[in-house]
């Protein structure tokens, strides 16, 4: 594996190896969509079995994994939108509903709870 100083400058002074690495970016960007969809999906470690004082096994929630889980997408989600803002950063969107000409400009920023439209 060469240094990363020397996969710079090749990106920088070939212009073949700069399209592979455009192009090996964008595959990387898309195994992290499909990852934060497999974490999100994935709820087999949620409960988990525990034992009371009293000896007896309750199944309870697993906030540990659940919290690892959510930052393992929260991870995913920033490189996603540093390795490509255009598809997967900060969205503004513009709308004019009131007909009017006047131009509304809304940030829309997605977070756990939020989905794009």
């Not at 990387?28 to 525990?50: F, H, K, P, T, V």
């Not at 007896?56 to 997408?73: D, G």
């Amino acid at each position: 594996m060469p240094n990363t100083s020397t996969v710079i400058e090749w990106k920088n002074t070939i212009s073949e190896f700069a399209e592979h690495y455009a192009r090996a970016r964008d595959v990387q960007a898309e195994l992290y969509a499909d990852d934060i969809m497999d974490i999100a999906d994935d709820g087999s470690n949620d409960w988990i079995e525990r034992e009371t004082t009293k000896g007896n096994i309750e199944i309870v929630l697993n906030h540990e994994h659940i919290q690892r889980s959510r930052l393992r997408v929260d991870s995913r989600k920033w490189t996603l939108a540093k390795l490509k803002p255009g598809t997967y950063g900060d969205k503004v969107q513009h709308a004019n509903a009131a007909g009017d000409g006047n131009l509304t400009v809304e940030l829309v920023k997605f977070g756990a709870n939020q989905t794009p439209e």
